[in-house]
């Protein structure tokens, strides 16, 4: 087997639909098996892949009777696999032409390389941020303060590079292919060494900055982690969540990424510099965009 590819499910029956359509139309010729995680839809989501199931043995589902997170489906996933290759997809993502083939590709001719990904776009075509570098103390200042401003991530390394709420700046960033400390869980194809070398998700993440916690680990054994934007994919995006899950995800998730892998005594000054970010935010955006994001960054700030 070449490819597994891991689809965690959840409430998401039409992107899951059209997702695996698109992996069957444009995966032909390379040996793969599809493993969907359900993850205790309530939308027919599980009839629709039971029946699907049936009808193509390189469909498996794995049904679970309770939402067990983003990162515990992965694992339950990876337990089920074969391939040599192990991609790590969104139910809301779109496989074009070309793109399993020459992801494998690339990780075939970069024997140093791990972990890669390709660049994720919206419907309109514009590109999203894919990953980036670790949050030390300096970058999470950065993201939560004077990253906008000119030439700043040119001193220091972006934690996000994407900067979505200043005139969709920070694009050029993915337009090259380079090296990264992370790529984003949506799309993320992992060599089977890694998982024999005991590499799996930590589930103590529901979900967010888990793939920045695999990546970490990942890099911690010695293997590169690659971006390139030869290959594309199109990523709907929020198709689980809200944009307050989002938020207050990713906060908590640094906070347990830090307590991880981080001294103690950084944990301080990290949420000193969350709690300002968020009461700048609440202020700025509170305005800006009105009750709605007040009240989401008035959450963080009190969680931070």
């Known amino acids: 087997m070449k490819l597994s590819i891991i689809i965690v499910s959840y ?31 309530g939308d027919g989501s599980c009839e629709y ?19 067990v997170g983003f990162a515990k489906a ?9 391939g040599k290759y ?21 990780m075939e001719e970069k024997p140093e390389v791990g972990i890669a990904t390709c660049a994720l776009k919206n419907k309109d075509g514009s590109l999203q941020g894919t990953g980036g570098y670790f949050p030390t103390l300096i970058r999470v200042f950065s993201w939560m303060t004077i990253q906008d401003l000119p030439l700043v991530d040119t001193v220091i390394k972006p ?30 194809v992992v060599k089977r060494e890694l998982i024999e070398a005991g590499l799996r998700w930590d589930e103590s993440y529901f979900m967010y900055t ?20 030869k290959w594309s994919v199109l990523h709907f995006g929020g198709a689980s969540g809200t944009r307050e899950k989002t938020i207050l995800g990713e906060f908590r998730g640094i906070k347990k990424f830090y307590r991880k892998h981080f001294p103690k005594w950084q944990m301080v000054p990290l949420r000193m510099i969350l709690k300002a970010g968020a009461l700048a935010r609440m202020l700025v955006f509170g305005i800006i965009e009105g009750r709605e994001s007040f009240e989401i960054y008035a959450k963080a700030f009190i969680e931070a």
């Open 159 to 188: 934690f996000h590079p994407m900067k979505d709420k200043m005139g969709k700046s920070g694009r050029g960033f993915y337009q090259k292919e380079r090296e990264l400390d992370w790529v984003t869980g949506a799309f993320m």
């Open 86 to 106: 192990l991609l790590f997809l969104n139910s809301d993502t779109v496989v074009g032409k070309g793109v399993l083939y020459g992801m494998i590709k690339l």
């Open 11 to 41: 409430n998401s029956k039409d992107y899951t639909r059209e997702c695996i359509e698109s992996i069957r139309e444009f995966g032909k010729g390379i040996e793969y098996e599809i493993i969907v995680v359900d993850n205790a839809s």
């Open 74 to 82: 992965n694992n339950i996933g990876i337990h089920k696999a074969k």
């Open 210 to 229: 888990e793939d920045v916690d695999f990546c970490f680990r990942a890099k911690k054994l010695g293997w590169k982690i690659m971006y390139t934007p």
């Open 49 to 67: 892949l039971s029946n699907l199931s049936k009808q193509n043995s390189n469909i498996v589902l794995v049904k679970k009777r309770e939402n």
